[in-house]
Each structure stands twice: as structure tokens, then as C-alpha cells.
């Protein structure tokens, strides 16, 4: 006798059960059908398995409901979302699998582990870019330079400018150079290449504090060859001052 379906003893014809056809109701219902000579269709969603007999789904992972129509929310994963997620921060668990897609700036199994230096972004999967000290965003990469440098910290400020983001306008005067960290301008020690290119303080207003016998201050117009003289000899320490001219210190 046919294990899934009757013989009529007279005719020796099989009459199938639900879910088998066939000359001796050994064959299975075709996918997408279930039932009495394998006549319904299949209502299962998101990859159900359609019971062939019943009609009723077995649900793939990650999915719930009579017809698996329902995809597990952010708290649940597994077979009918009846496991619990174990994701902190804002992550997001995988329906399937149950596993953390962490946030940028954060990985571990439960995404509460922040980025160590030098990586940044989602699950901390990408390498910093910045150089010369600069530090990274840990969610966007972004680099936050220290003064003087730009563009992923590697370029120095342009000529002119200085400071955090090289934001900073240099106003140093008279060919004085200006340090593109803080801004403060170097005058040209004689005897170098420079110096004899240009005197920079040549003709400045120059205010000399004294110390002999008591503090003496005078503002005049060095010469070149008095500027000279205090320069190689070390005497006359200069600094620029935001009006344009230079304070000199007598050494």
C-alpha cells in the first residue's frame, strides 16, 4: 500500500493524501504548493517554507508571523526573533546572527569599545590619515591639526598665515618671518644669506632699553652699520611689535 495516500482495492487506483501526487502518491507537492492534490498556493514570505500538507510557513531567521511577513526588530534575532540582542550604542543587530554592526566610532562584540588611536569610522575598520601629531575623529576621520599644518596635517601653512587651521594672518613687517605656529616674527640674523639680501631692520624704529646705572629708554633710527655692529656682536636682541616697528633689548 502507498505510505501517503489509499488504494481502492477494486479499481487498485491511490486516492493521495494532502500534500502527495502521483500514480502511487510518492511525490511530494511541487514548491509554492501545499494541500489536497497539491491545489493551494503558497502564502509564506521572506523565504518561508511552505508546510506541504498544511500550508502553514516555517520561518527563515530574522523573520516571525503566520506568513513570515514580519522581519525581527532592533532587540531580537533568530528563529522567529526569539533571541535577544546584546548590542549597545545604537548598533545594529543582525536579525540572523544576532551580531553587532557597530556605529563609526565604536567596535567590539557589544560596539562598546571606543576606536583606538588611529582608526576611525563603522566597527573602527579604517586607518587615520593624519600626520604630525594631528588627531583623528574616531567617527569621520577628520583631522584636527596642531597649528601650523593643514589638510590631513601634512601641509605647512601657506606663506602669510598661521595658527590652528592656518587662520591666522601674519603681520610681521619689514621682511620679518613669521613662524607659522604662533604667529611671532624672527628677524634675520646677520651674516646669514638672508641678511645680506635685505637688512630688515634697516631704517626701523627701534626702541633700546638700557640697563646702565639705572633704566634708560630711547627710540631712534639704527644705521646700517650701528645694526650691523649690535648684530654680530650679539648685543641687540630684537622682537617685532604690532605696530611695524622692532623692540631691541641691549644685551
Known amino acids: 500500500m502507498p505510505k501517503w495516500g489509499d488504494c481502492n482495492f477494486v479499481t487498485g487506483i491511490c486516492t493521495c493524501k494532502p500534500g502527495w501526487i502521483g500514480v502511487t502518491c510518492s511525490t511530494g507537492c511541487p514548491e509554492r504548493?501545499?494541500?489536497?492534490g497539491c491545489r493551494e498556493l503558497c502564502r509564506c514570505q521572506n523565504g518561508g517554507i511552505c508546510d506541504k500538507v498544511t500550508g502553514s510557513c516555517n520561518c527563515p531567521l530574522g523573520s516571525q508571523g503566520d506568513l513570515c511577513e514580519t522581519p525581527c526588530d532592533k532587540f531580537h534575532f533568530g528563529l522567529q526573533c526569539s533571541q535577544v540582542c546584546n548590542c549597545?550604542?545604537?548598533?545594529?543587530?543582525?536579525?540572523?546572527t544576532g551580531e553587532c554592526m557597530c556605529i563609526a566610532g565604536l567596535h567590539g562584540p557589544a560596539c562598546d569599545e571606543p576606536c583606538s588611536v588611529g582608526s576611525f569610522g563603522p566597527d573602527c575598520a579604517f586607518e587615520c590619515?593624519?600626520?604630525n601629531g594631528g588627531e583623528c575623529d574616531t567617527v569621520t576621520g577628520?583631522?584636527?591639526?596642531?597649528?601650523?599644518?593643514?589638510e590631513?596635517?601634512?601641509?605647512?601653512?601657506?606663506?602669510?598665515?598661521f595658527g590652528q587651521?592656518?587662520?591666522g594672518i601674519c603681520r610681521c613687517a619689514n621682511g620679518g618671518l613669521c613662524d607659522r605656529f604662533d604667529g611671532r616674527c624672527t628677524v634675520l640674523p646677520a651674516g646669514t644669506a638672508e641678511h645680506a639680501t635685505h637688512n630688515v631692520l634697516m631704517g626701523?624704529?627701534?626702541r633700546i632699553v638700557r640697563n646702565i646705572a639705572g633704566v634708560r629708554t630711547q627710540s631712534r633710527v639704527l644705521?646700517?652699520?650701528?645694526?650691523?655692529?649690535?648684530?654680530?656682536?650679539g648685543r641687540v636682541l630684537f622682537a617685532p611689535t604690532m605696530f611695524g616697528g622692532y623692540l631691541g633689548k641691549w644685551m
Open 129 to 131: 590619515q593624519c600626520e
Open 88 to 96: 549597545q550604542n545604537n548598533a545594529t543587530c543582525d536579525p540572523t
Open 33 to 36: 504548493t501545499y494541500g489536497d
Open 142 to 150: 577628520a583631522c584636527t591639526c596642531p597649528p601650523g599644518w593643514i
Open 204 to 206: 626701523c624704529m627701534v
Open 165 to 167: 587651521d592656518c587662520v
Open 223 to 233: 644705521d646700517s652699520t650701528e645694526l650691523v655692529h649690535a648684530n654680530q656682536v
Open 152 to 161: 590631513n596635517c601634512l601641509t605647512p601653512c601657506p606663506e602669510g598665515q
